[in-house]
């Protein structure tokens, strides 16, 4: 399917966590979590995914996002 703007609801951005964004898949009844980012506006660079087993996203998923994040981004310097 393609949309002009992706809904929230599939995409949103990361409260506290500058530039990273979280993207929701639904597959059988099983929520899959992906975070990522936008580089130089167009370009989504997809970080590490997860099976999201409760209401709570884990901790340690979001700092290993950010490490990602910082990793990408000082390899481009």
Do not use: H
């Not at 809904?7 to 500058?18: A, F």
């Not at 580089?39 to 884990?58: A, S």
Request: net charge positive.
């Amino acid at each position: 399917m393609q949309v002009d703007k992706v809904p929230e609801k599939l995409l949103s951005p990361m409260t506290g966590y500058e530039g990273l964004y979280e993207i929701r898949i639904e597959y059988q009844l099983n929520i899959y979590r992906v975070f990522c980012c936008f580089d130089e506006g167009k370009l989504i660079v997809l970080f590490n995914g997860f099976q999201k087993k409760t209401q709570k996203i884990p901790i340690s998923e979001i700092e290993k996002a950010m490490r990602i994040k910082a990793t990408y981004f000082e390899s481009k310097k």
